[in-house]
């Protein structure tokens, strides 16, 4: 295990590397209270069944060649597709490890 550094020379973080207190970087995101308000407003504006009729304009338009809704209602429900390409990158820089490193690396599929 990597042990903290303790606190820093000129004082901005304490022995666990958080912000010390009186950091003047340390005061988090000044937009996050109005962030929250309009957040929760949002909440109280929509309901489920205005939800419900937003999908289905967006399930409309996707059905009516909309390819902009139809990714949005895609990448809603099934995810964003770099998920996939990830995975494909992974498996190919282990197979790449495994050809570096011998037949006795390489894992069975």
């Not at 970087?25 to 309009?38: D, E, Y």
């Not at 949005?72 to 597709?81: A, M, Q, V």
Request: aromatic share 2%; charged share 35%; glycine share 10%.
């Amino acid at each position: 295990m990597i042990e903290p550094s303790g606190p820093s020379v000129d004082g901005e973080r304490d022995e666990r590397g958080r912000f010390a207190q009186g950091n003047r970087l340390g005061h988090g995101n000044p937009h996050a209270g109005r962030v929250a308000r309009l957040r929760s407003a949002l909440f109280e504006a929509v309901g489920e069944d205005d939800l419900r009729r937003v999908v289905a304009a967006l399930l409309r338009a996707a059905e009516e060649g909309n390819v902009p809704a139809a990714r949005e209602l895609l990448d809603r429900t099934l995810g964003r597709p770099e998920a996939l390409d990830l995975l494909e990158r992974i498996e190919a820089l282990e197979d790449l490890l495994a050809d570096r490193l011998g037949p006795a690396a390489r894992r069975s599929r």
